[in-house]
Antibody, heavy 117, light 110 residues
């Protein structure tokens, strides 16, 4: 059974880079799966950020594409999100997840990242 | 890409049926049968309850059902129960090879 766990700083300064990692257990990250990030600003809806295949292919929300980097670390069985030039609008709970039958399942528990000086 | 449109709130009494709509375009909902639905309780991660328009994952109650017509997908909850009170989101794969979520619907059990 696939399990996902996010980790990373809970506070990032404006104009800085948000960096999160998702540890994958129960399956090899090199299995035939895509690995994705979704975020949810406080009190608001879900927003797809992007996804990556273990070979390096990736897709991204056009509105975030210029600031997003998703990478896979096969040696640690984890994948990561970097979001650059952050502002207060990037404050959100960030979830890692995986597309499964063109729907996201399972999900990590989520981690709140606040952008503030 | 614009978020799919859902009603902000839907309510019903225990035992009743409610339906939540999810309206997109010919580039997302209308393009593929790749609509999924998620239930989210406060402070919790979303939980997939429907995938590929109408399929229920193992362990999901058959009180949840999904359908699609054109650019609009729908989630029906029958025999409404107190535990169904939550936020619900739809999601669709798009012709841009990305995903888009709905605006979300708060379900209240009266």
């Amino acid at each position: 059974q696939v399990q996902l766990q996010e980790s990373g700083p809970g506070l990032v300064k404006p104009s800085g880079t948000l960096s999160l990692t998702c540890a994958v257990s129960g399956v090899s990250i090199s299995s035939h799966k895509w690995w994705a990030w979704v975020r949810q600003p406080p009190g608001k809806g879900l927003e797809y950020i992007g996804e990556m295949y273990h070979t390096g292919s990736s897709n991204c929300n056009p509105s975030l594409k210029s600031r997003v980097t998703i990478s896979v670390d096969k040696s640690k069985n984890q994948f990561s999100l970097n979001l650059s030039s952050v502002t207060a609008a990037d404050t959100a709970v960030y979830y890692c997840t995986t597309p499964n039958g063109f729907g996201f399942d399972p999900w990590g528990q989520g981690t709140l990242v606040t952008v503030s000086s | 890409q614009s978020a799919l449109t859902q009603p902000a709130s839907v309510s019903g009494s225990p035992g009743q049926s409610i339906t939540i709509s999810c309206t997109g375009t010919s580039s997302d909902v209308g393009a593929y049968n790749y609509v999924s639905w998620y239930q989210q309780h406060p402070g919790k991660a979303p939980k997939r309850i429907i995938y590929e328009v109408s399929n229920r994952p193992s362990g999901i109650s058959n009180r949840f059902s999904g359908s699609k017509s054109g650019d609009t997908a729908s989630l029906t909850i029958s025999g409404l129960q107190a535990e169904d009170e939550a936020d619900y989101y739809c999601s669709s794969y798009t012709t841009s090879v990305t995903y888009v979520f709905g605006t979300g619907t708060k379900v209240t059990v009266l």
